[in-house]
């Protein structure tokens, strides 16, 4: 009895042209453009792409502390702001 495998498909997010030095950058600037858009529009809408298991530890640390994700990630985040001597409150 023959199997048949299931391909495996690869995330395009890994799978990515070679691109030269000029399209790099100009690739970047776009990207850096579209986030300060979304920053200047509402910051709170910038999607972020991270691991599925990572959001699923962070998720079980901010139940087990007994706040909401977003409260508990922008905790995180303020935690290391103030670590660097970021004052993001100033602007």
Do not use: C
């Amino acid at each position: 009895m023959e199997r048949k495998m299931k391909e495996k498909e690869i995330s395009g997010w890994y799978a990515q042209k070679e691109l030269t030095p000029e399209e790099k950058a100009a690739q970047m600037q776009a990207i850096e453009a579209w986030y300060e858009k979304k920053h200047r529009q509402n910051y709170r809408t910038v999607p972020l792409e991270i691991p599925g298991k990572m959001m699923l530890a962070l998720g079980k640390m901010a139940m087990d502390r007994g706040v909401n994700f977003s409260e508990f990630i922008e905790g995180i985040l303020e935690d290391h702001l103030r670590q660097k001597k970021v004052n993001w409150k100033k602007g």
